[in-house]
T-cell receptor
Framework: GENVEQHPSTLSVQEGDSAVIKCTYS??????FPWYKQELGKGPQLIID?????GEKKDQRIAVTLNKTAKHFSLHITETQPEDSAVYFC?????????????FGTGTRLLVSP | TAGITQAPTSQILAAGRSMTLRCTQD?????MYWYRQDLGLGLRLIHY???????GKGEVPDGYSVSRANTDDFPLTLASAVPSQTSVYFC???????????FGQGTRLTVV
């Protein structure tokens, strides 16, 4: 089955710096890679996702890149702000008519200091 | 729109007792999921349902059961709770158009 590894487990940056979180996956059949942000006491919320027919996707300060050959994908946050502080999870799945058995990474705690 | 509603928000349960965690969605999504979240382990899939009337086992199904009598509800039952089931439980749903999974706010369960 699929296995997703995520690094680093914690990341501390100064406000305005960039943050990069990296994930690798094992199942070459995986074709859908979402990223979730989880704030304290809340459920995970999707912030960006990418499908395997795309190499990069951007949404304002957030971007995700995918390297299918190397089986890794990364989240890039630019101009970080204190409100970006949260736990971020990557995930991978085979998208099958909308049904997803997401396999999650173990999470990265991002702390943005003012 | 409420999205996904989970109940209760938290519960302390004696070992050996049974409990049902409730999950209701109002988005008419066909697929629903139950995950547990443990420190250092991320989120792991317990059970899922592609559509009403069908269910399947995820990565960590032992000790849990689910049912899907209709589109909106997907309860998770612990028949005889054990301390290792202490966790935060998240319900999620997704539609069949390839949409991403929405998550509920979670149920924090402590088995003592």
């Amino acid at each position: 089955g699929e296995n997703v590894e995520q690094h680093p487990s914690t990341l501390s940056v100064q406000e305005g710096d960039s943050a990069v979180i990296k994930c690798t996956y094992s199942d070459s059949a995986s074709n859908y890679f979402p990223w979730y942000k989880q704030e304290l006491g809340k459920g995970p919320q999707l912030i960006i996702d990418i499908r395997s027919n795309v190499g990069e996707k951007k949404d304002q300060r957030i971007a995700v890149t995918l390297n299918k050959t190397a089986k890794h994908f990364s989240l890039h946050i630019t101009e970080t702000q204190p409100e970006d502080s949260a736990v971020y999870f990557c995930a991978a799945s085979v998208m099958n008519t909308g049904f997803q058995k997401l396999v999650f990474g173990t999470g990265t705690r991002l702390l943005v200091s003012p | 729109t409420a999205g996904i509603t989970q109940a209760p928000t938290s519960q302390i349960l004696a070992a050996g007792r049974s409990m049902t965690l409730r999950c209701t969605q109002d988005m008419r999504h066909n697929a629903m999921y139950w995950y547990r979240q443990d420190l250092g382990l991320g989120l792991r899939l317990i059970h899922y349902s592609n559509t009403a009337g069908t269910t399947g086992k995820g990565e960590v199904p032992d000790g849990y059961s689910v049912s899907r009598a209709n589109t909106d509800d997907f309860p998770l039952t612990l028949a005889s709770a054990v301390p290792s089931q202490t966790s935060v439980y998240f319900c999620a749903s997704s539609d069949t158009g390839g949409g991403f999974a929405f998550f509920g706010q979670g149920t924090r369960l402590t088995v003592v």
